[in-house]
């Protein structure tokens, strides 16, 4: 077995942030296409591309749950909790994200996919942290003894 197919078995042993990271490459390529197909869909004057930021940002992070719930974080855990919370996660993630976004476009005239690889990055190291520490955190579970 290759080291992909390996990886895609589970029987590669990588950390969680690996793990996320490489998973990550795929969410993003689908975030990104989809940001691309809205961008060009719509007028590319004011903040219709941050218009198309958010959109592709809410599909993206609906991608995300289910290959980071089974990949990234190999949860077990019932998505009643797990959708939940990675929903609270990414609503975080879409407005600080969307806010970076327009202000890299807007205010400091970045070029569009300049400032949509910019919060990407920083946003996706956050969502990261809410991932792991919250939506995705291994249950823990007291005895009586």
């Given amino acids: 077995m290759n080291s992909i197919e390996c990886f895609i078995a589970g029987e590669m042993k990588m950390s969680t942030f690996s793990r996320f990271f490489f998973i990550g490459i795929g969410n993003t390529t689908v ?3 989809f940001y691309q197909a809205l961008y060009f869909l719509f007028s590319h004057e004011g903040h219709w591309p941050t218009f198309a930021w958010m ?3 809410i599909v993206g992070s ?3 749950h289910y290959t980071h719930k089974r990949w ?6 019932d998505i009643q ?3 939940p919370w990675t929903i609270a996660v990414y609503i975080f993630g879409l407005t600080g994200s969307t806010i970076t976004f327009d202000i890299l476009l ?3 005239e970045l070029h569009h996919q300049i400032a949509w690889f910019i919060s990407t990055i920083i946003w996706g190291i956050i969502d990261y942290l809410g991932l792991a520490n919250v939506a995705f955190k ?3 579970v007291l005895s009586d003894e």
Avoid at 72 to 77: E, I, V
């Fill in 31 to 33: 975030f990104f296409l």
């Fill in 81 to 83: 909790w797990t959708l």
């Fill in 55 to 57: 959109i592709a940002w």
């Fill in 138 to 140: 291994k249950e823990v």
């Fill in 72 to 77: 990234t974080f190999k949860s077990d855990r």
């Fill in 106 to 108: 807007i205010r400091i």
């Fill in 62 to 64: 609906i991608f995300a």
